[in-house]
């Protein structure tokens, strides 16, 4: 996602718990991007980051929450071994919430009143498929993502009429990142997507077209579908009665 905010001409901010991290992502992404060492479980470290991404970019237009640790951190063979929530650890338990739940709204929380003051600003919250959030096996992330995307509709119902837009972006299957453990057989990695299926997307949610565009759950693997879709029914309704579309 940020290198096709970055491809589109945007200046971006990719941030991480570990400094030299993002300033080494940053630099791979190369010119226009900036890395930050920003610990989203830690309401002063967010709050900090924001204000320096705000005067180091010279403002703030889009959010994208989508910070996160996956099921390695608790079960590293969660594929092929399924662990009962009974026997989840419970500092792993915590730290993937406060992670992938607490983080998304700490960060928010930081940033859109900066967009609210400027009257303008857009929120992507990164989630995924309903299934997964009721999947085997699958406490904490599960849960939490389920958590993040209630949090999600929240955001959208308490911005409404603000002239901040929130919505929710998802991959619509398992993406090939750094979450899937490295002892996946090769026939269950080929059915992986590429994380390149969120570049369209997100490019479009933070373009002109996409203004006052609120409250939609968009999944990248039917983004051309949704949006072939929803320009037919733009194109319907502003087509004026014996004249045909304008």
Not at 28 to 39: P, W
Not at 86 to 98: I, K, N
């Amino acid at each position: 996602m940020a290198a096709a905010l970055l491809e589109a001409g945007a200046q971006v901010a990719v941030t991480s718990r570990d400094q030299e991290r993002a300033v080494a992502a940053a630099r791979r992404l190369g010119r226009g991007c900036l890395g930050l060492g920003m610990d989203v479980r830690d309401e002063v470290e967010v709050e900090r980051g924001a204000e320096h991404v705000q005067q180091q970019l010279g403002g703030l237009d889009v959010l994208v929450n989508n910070a996160g640790i996956g099921m390695r951190t608790v079960n590293p063979r969660f594929f092929s071994d399924p662990q009962p929530f009974w026997e989840v650890p419970v500092e792993g338990f915590r730290d993937l919430v406060a992670t992938n739940l607490t983080g998304y709204f700490l960060v928010a929380r930081a940033v859109v009143p900066r967009f609210l003051a400027a009257g303008s600003g857009r929120v992507v919250n990164i989630s995924m498929n309903h299934s997964t959030m009721n999947r085997r096996g699958f406490v904490p992330y599960g849960p939490a993502r389920a958590g993040a995307e209630a949090l999600a509709r929240i955001m959208a119902a308490d911005l409404a009429g603000t002239g901040v837009t929130a919505n929710i972006l998802l991959p619509g299957g398992a993406t090939a990142t750094g979450m899937i453990p490295a002892g996946l057989p090769p026939e269950r990695r080929a059915q992986l997507l590429a994380p390149e299926v969120m570049g369209p997307p997100i490019r479009w949610l933070c373009s002109q077209e996409a203004v006052g565009v609120h409250g939609e759950r968009i999944v990248a693997t039917g983004f051309e579908a949704w949006l072939a879709a929803r320009r037919s029914r733009v194109s319907d309704a502003t087509t004026v009665p014996g004249k045909g579309p304008p």
